[in-house]
C-alpha cells in the first residue's frame, strides 16, 4: 500500500501527523496545500475539522527547535488565515525573498505600497496626490509647503 493509499484510508491521521521539513523539497506553501486537502478530506468524510482545530494543526506541524518562537508567538491564534499569512511572511524572509515583489507562490501578499498613477510615486494613489493633475493637487500639509529655511532665528529662546 502506497503513501496516498495511506492518506485516503485515514485522512485525519495523516492530518494530525504530517509534519513541514525545512529544507526539504516541499515548500511552506505547498505543505499548507497538503494540510488543506487532509482537511477537506476529512470533511468529505464527515469529519469537521473547526478553523480553531486547522491552525493549531498547521502550528503544530511546523518544524521545531528553528521555528518555535513563531509558533509560541501564534499559540492562541484560532484563524488559519492569519497563521498562515504570518508563517508565509517568516518563511519568505528566511529564503531571502522580499516583501516589495510579487511571488507568484505567496497565499497572502503583505507588505506592499500602492504606487500613484499621477506622479509614479509609492506610497499613495492618485486621488491623494499632492502633486500637478491629482486629487489633492496643491494641498500640502503645512510641514511640506514651508520651504523656507528659518536657521537663523531659532524658534525657542532661552530664559
Not at 500500500?1 to 513541514?20: I, N, Q, S, V, W
Not at 493633475?133 to 528659518?150: D, M, P, W
Amino acid at each position: 500500500m502506497g503513501r496516498e493509499d495511506e492518506t485516503e484510508a485515514d485522512p485525519m491521521a495523516h492530518l494530525f501527523t504530517k509534519h513541514y521539513v525545512e529544507g526539504g523539497l516541499e515548500t511552506l506553501l505547498a505543505h499548507i496545500a497538503e494540510l488543506q486537502k487532509l482537511r477537506d478530506a476529512c470533511g468529505g468524510l464527515g469529519i469537521d475539522i473547526t478553523d480553531a482545530q486547522f491552525a493549531r494543526v498547521i502550528i503544530l506541524s511546523m518544524p521545531t527547535p528553528s521555528w518555535d518562537p513563531v509558533v509560541g508567538a501564534l499559540a492562541g491564534v484560532l484563524d488559519p488565515k492569519i497563521v498562515i499569512s504570518q508563517l508565509n511572511t517568516k518563511w519568505s524572509r528566511r529564503q531571502g525573498l522580499t516583501s516589495t515583489g510579487k511571488d507568484s507562490n505567496m497565499v497572502f501578499q503583505t507588505g506592499t505600497q500602492p504606487k500613484c498613477e499621477n506622479c509614479n510615486k509609492l506610497g499613495h494613489v492618485k486621488a491623494k496626490c499632492w502633486a500637478r493633475g491629482g486629487g489633492q493637487e496643491g494641498q500640502y500639509l503645512r510641514r511640506y509647503n514651508s520651504q523656507t529655511s528659518n536657521t537663523s532665528t531659532p524658534s525657542w529662546t532661552l530664559r
